[in-house]
């Protein structure tokens, strides 16, 4: 039975909001529908116990990878304009966590159109302590996003926005103004953030301020005639 629940807590101008949340159960892990500042899912522990120990064992190779990243000169950037917004990027080319496809039909979300049949983009996000990601809408090639909270036990999870902007073009555009409110989603490992990103909407922000490297397994169902060619995703679009 879906149960309401008002006692979810987001900072409005150093004041509380109470966004209205329903909980239920999927595949025993425990399901939030939040719609304010935006409508998205989260779902705790999501993956079973073996599962959720294979990603762990992925992201330690992928950790191994982050630090030999850090002594590199020439990194390569997600986009060369936004530099400083850099972080690693470990890309997959086969569907190592198929648990999240059904999620886009499973829970019918608003979403943008889109053409032909969608393809997978799964990437691995590691950012240094220190980096902040402004607040923004996804690209537009991205029909639905999922990310996974992997490591460490404490960090930051997503902060949504409730903002005016309307300066999102479809590439990661930073908003041009403040956010009216912010709700930041609590981390917990083996946890999934799903939503999917409606132009001059779904502004949200990414940070890291802790102490170790902040790992995600971030997921994507694009279209892929969207995906620029000179992006370093380009042409590690999935089957699924």
Not at 24 to 50: A, C, M, R
Not at 110 to 136: M, N, Q, S
Not at 161 to 177: F, I, L, T, V
Request: include cysteine.
């Amino acid at each position: 039975m879906t149960t309401i629940i008002s006692t979810l807590q987001s900072e409005v101008k150093g004041t509380s909001s109470t966004p209205t949340m329903s909980s239920t159960n999927y595949q025993g892990g425990l399901v939030k529908h939040i719609k304010e500042p935006w409508e998205y899912i989260s779902i705790e522990n999501f993956l079973s116990p073996d599962r959720w120990q294979t990603i762990k064992d992925l992201a330690k190779k992928q950790l191994g990878l982050y630090y030999e990243w850090l002594e590199k000169d020439n990194k390569v950037y997600f986009n060369k304009e936004n530099a400083k917004r850099n972080k690693y990027n470990g890309y997959e080319d086969t569907d190592i966590i198929p648990e999240t496809n059904e999620l886009f039909y499973k829970y019918k979300l608003d979403h943008r159109e889109y053409t032909g049949k969608l393809k997978k983009v799964i990437h691995w996000a590691i950012a240094e302590p220190g980096w902040v990601y402004p607040a923004h809408c996804d690209n537009r090639a991205r029909i639905s996003t999922t990310i996974m909270y992997v490591d460490p036990d404490h960090s930051d999870g997503t902060i949504l926005h409730a903002n005016p902007s309307k300066n999102d073009k479809g590439d990661h555009e930073a908003a041009d103004q403040e956010s009216s409110y912010t709700y930041e989603i609590p981390w917990k490992p083996n946890k999934v953030f799903f939503h999917n990103p409606i132009p001059n909407k779904t502004w949200h922000s990414i940070r890291n301020s802790h102490t170790t490297p902040r790992i995600t397994l971030n997921t994507f169902l694009v279209q892929e005639d969207l995906v620029a060619k000179d992006r370093c995703y380009s042409g590690k679009e999935i089957e699924i």
